[in-house]
């Protein structure tokens, strides 16, 4: 099969499966979090992991990185936390239209609960203005929440800009960098989440970076792990497939940048009928949102089964809900349903592109063909 949905979940590296193979051995099995031998060899290898991801991009410096189960729980933890640290003036929050669902449905429940919110929109482009942002950033607001790469049509805001306008005004930014680390430099931030599966690493494990000086109350209680901010066992395992993975990613980054950029222009030009969803300008190039007038996205991927690609999000076909931020860049739903997703990455090859791009432009003229 032909592998085109890397921002849903990128392939497991070989260097993260090693790592993690000798937690599944006979005498891997110990509690990182116990006193004894084993369980001091086993922290001793979620601390390393720590060490690994934190090496892999300079803004995670400065800060504290906790080990998470996925940057869902990162990012509802950073925003219930981090509003309940602000003083009763700064209980706002803004945001952006176009963010993951973990993001705005957090903000949602905490608007919810008397939080006072600003869903800003986006352009055709999926870019916010810079000046609908500065206006909507004020005194008193207290976190302001922003993806770095969008992961359903891979935009990449100007997030610079947004965290200095942040700061400037006194709240925390928080940066959802989850499409982005290891592929694009992170920006200075309070509060940063991380998953490992986007960067070739293992499901059920992200982080959430907090900046020095910042200090969040649990989200989760119990066993008072992670120095007493996170609660719940560690797994070593998932841990050092998440570190081997993050260093792979740093020693890689030109190389598996320029392959990226190869790819992304051999697609684009065998897909000349497509029209790209968002800016052309400011994306990462791994990931390709393409609408076709006359197209069923849904009967092009469950026809095409030797490639996998997607029409959007994961979460977002999970829940049946349509594309919000289809809907944010101001395609209707019968726009949305002509769009696909393809993501490519390190191990996707060139004819795996020649040879997806072909099955595709068949099936797709196929179905014009059948719709006459």
């Known amino acids: 099969m032909i592998y085109l949905d890397y921002q849903a979940s990128a392939p497991l590296a070989p260097e993260a499966r090693a790592a993690m193979l000798p937690w599944l051995a006979e005498d891997g099995h110990a509690n990182p979090h116990s006193p004894h031998r084993a369980g001091r060899a086993a922290a001793a290898a979620v601390e390393a992991a720590r060490a690994r991801i934190v090496a892999a991009d300079p803004a995670l410096s400065g800060g504290r990185l906790f080990f998470t189960s996925g940057a869902t729980e990162a990012v509802n933890w950073a925003l219930i936390a981090g509003i309940a640290t602000l003083l009763p003036g700064r209980r706002r929050i803004v945001t952006l239209a176009t963010e993951h669902a973990c993001t705005l449905d957090t903000v949602a429940w905490l608007e919810r609960q008397g939080i006072e919110t600003a869903v800003l929109p986006v352009g055709s482009d999926g870019l916010v203005d810079p000046e609908v942002a ?21 935009t990449i805001q100007p997030i610079a800009d947004i965290a200095v306008r942040a700061r400037a005004a006194g709240a925390l930014f928080l940066c959802d960098a989850v499409q982005g680390y290891g592929r694009v430099p992170l920006p200075p931030a309070d509060l940063i989440a991380l998953s490992a599966h986007k960067i070739h690493g293992p499901k059920g494990v992200g982080a959430l970076f907090v900046r020095d000086g910042l200090t969040l109350p649990p989200l989760l209680h119990g066993g008072g792990q992670e120095g007493g901010t996170r609660s719940g066992t560690l797994s070593p395992m998932l841990c050092a497939g998440f570190g081997a993975a993050a260093s792979v990613a740093a020693d890689r980054r030109d190389g598996d940048a320029a392959h990226v950029v190869a790819l992304a222009r051999r697609l684009r030009a065998a897909l000349p009928d497509w029209t790209v969803n968002g800016s052309t300008a400011h994306r990462y190039p791994g990931n390709l949102s393409l609408r076709r007038n006359g197209i069923d996205a849904g009967r092009l991927i469950s026809g095409l089964r030797d490639i996998a690609f997607s029409a959007g999000s994961a979460c977002a076909s999970g829940s049946g809900r349509p594309s919000h931020v289809l809907r944010a860049i101001g395609l209707d739903d019968a726009a949305a349903r002509t769009t696909i997703r393809l993501g490519f990455g390190r191990y996707t090859t060139e004819e795996d592109i020649d040879i997806a791009a072909d099955q595709i432009t068949r099936a797709a003229i196929a179905q014009q063909a059948f719709a006459a």
């Open 134 to 154: 500065a206006a909507a950033i004020d005194d008193r607001t207290g976190i302001v929440a922003v993806m770095l790469v969008n992961n359903e049509i891979g």
